[in-house]
């Protein structure tokens, strides 16, 4: 199946649908086939449109292999899903991903680890790189601290904040993703916990939430009251991560010595389970 042109790309329908209907839909952060299995039948048991999200490890772990069997589930569904490379960090990598035949829908461009005015740049290079493929892009203006499995750690570097004027300036650069950084963080909240800027999430919203659709990284140890705050602030995707993984290796832990296909399955439907109900707190299940 080809990819489709980019006034028809399927990250960009799904997210603008939930735009106009006031909902967001999860973007899992899949690491192997049993990930991306469950999130299509997560997707299509709620009847919910859905994002499987891989890392560049994916890539440097297996080539082409995983990508074009996470793109044949998720285009083969029988509910609008899409693939989305989440966290490029370097250029080279971006067009390497975006080169994959009738693989990547949307690709994260994030520079967020060069200087302010380096990461513009790429990202507008980039960006048009991806467009010219039909491929949608999302940035991170700010930085977002912290870390997570599959994506180089930024914990050493200073979380900046976004504000509205940097927003609009990554909208200038032709994103049609942004993830903005008022107090999320990847990986663990530590003892500070969670403190989330809702203002601020408003005023990017207010600022180019009408060009852009906003993205919520980090967002693993939230519950349903936080996710209805951010989708009030115009934020349509959420990638989960640890909130499906955990369930995998859970059962994995319990199952242990129990035959592989048994441990596999039950594994899937863990983690099918647990993506079921994020659909439902993100108001997502039934829009498909």
Same mark, same amino acid.
């Given at each position: 199946?080809?990819?489709?042109? $980019?006034s028809?790309?399927?990250?960009?329908?799904?997210?603008?649908?939930?735009?106009?209907?006031?909902?967001?839909v999860?973007?899992?952060?899949?690491?192997?086939?049993?990930?991306?299995?469950a999130?299509?039948?997560a997707?299509?048991?709620?009847?919910s449109?859905?994002?499987?999200?891989l890392?560049?490890?994916a890539? #440097?772990?297996a080539?082409?292999?995983? &990508?074009?069997?996470?793109?044949?589930?998720?285009?083969s569904?029988?509910?609008?899903v899409?693939?989305?490379?989440d966290h490029?960090?370097?250029?080279?990598?971006?067009r390497r991903?975006?080169?994959?035949?009738?693989?990547?829908?949307?690709? =994260?461009?994030?520079m967020?680890?060069?200087?302010?005015?380096?990461n $513009?740049?790429?990202?507008?290079?980039? @960006?048009?790189?991806?467009?010219e493929?039909?491929?949608?892009?999302e940035?991170?203006?700010?930085?977002? /601290?912290?870390? /997570?499995?599959?994506?180089?750690?930024?914990?050493?570097?200073?979380?900046? $904040?976004?504000t509205?004027e940097?927003?609009e300036?990554? @909208?200038?650069t032709?994103?049609?993703?942004?993830?903005?950084?008022?107090g999320?963080?990847?990986?663990?909240?530590?003892?500070?916990?969670? #403190?989330l800027?809702?203002?601020? $999430? #408003?005023a990017?919203?207010?600022?180019?939430g009408?060009? @852009?659709?906003?993205?919520?990284h980090?967002?693993?140890?939230?519950?349903?009251?936080?996710f209805?705050?951010?989708?009030?602030?115009? &934020?349509t995707?959420v990638?989960?991560?640890?909130?499906?993984n955990?369930h995998?290796?859970r059962? #994995?832990?319990? =199952?242990?010595g129990?035959?592989?296909?048994?441990?596999?399955?039950?594994?899937t439907k863990? =983690?099918?389970?647990?993506i079921?109900?994020?659909?439902?707190?993100?108001?997502?299940a039934?829009?498909?």
């Open positions: 199946m080809g990819r489709p042109p $980019l028809e790309n399927r990250t960009m329908s799904i997210l603008n649908k939930a735009k106009a209907g006031g909902y967001a999860p973007g899992m952060c899949c690491y192997n086939i049993e990930s991306i299995i999130t299509v039948k997707a299509e048991a709620a009847h449109p859905a994002m499987v999200l890392f560049p490890w890539i #440097q772990y080539g082409d292999s995983l &990508v074009k069997a996470a793109a044949d589930a998720a285009h569904a029988s509910v609008p899409s693939l989305h490379l490029a960090q370097t250029p080279e990598l971006v991903a975006a080169d994959i035949p009738d693989g990547f829908d949307s690709i =994260m461009c994030d967020s680890h060069y200087e302010k005015e380096e $513009l740049k790429l990202t507008a290079e980039l @960006v048009q790189y991806c467009h493929r039909g491929i949608a892009a940035a991170e203006p700010g930085r977002i /601290e912290g870390g /997570e499995d599959g994506v180089a750690e930024t914990a050493d570097l200073e979380g900046l $904040l976004t509205p940097e927003a300036e990554f @909208v200038n032709g994103i049609d993703m942004l993830a903005p950084a008022f999320n963080v990847h990986g663990e909240y530590g003892p500070r916990g969670i #403190q800027e809702y203002d601020r $999430l #408003q990017i919203n207010e600022r180019v009408e060009r @852009v659709r906003l993205v919520l980090g967002a693993d140890p939230f519950d349903e009251e936080i209805r705050e951010c989708m009030a602030g115009g &934020v995707k990638n989960i991560n640890k909130g499906m955990n995998y290796a059962v #994995q832990h319990e =199952m242990k129990k035959p592989l296909t048994s441990v596999i399955e039950a594994g863990a =983690m099918q389970e647990a079921e109900q994020y659909m439902h707190w993100l108001g997502s039934g829009k498909a």
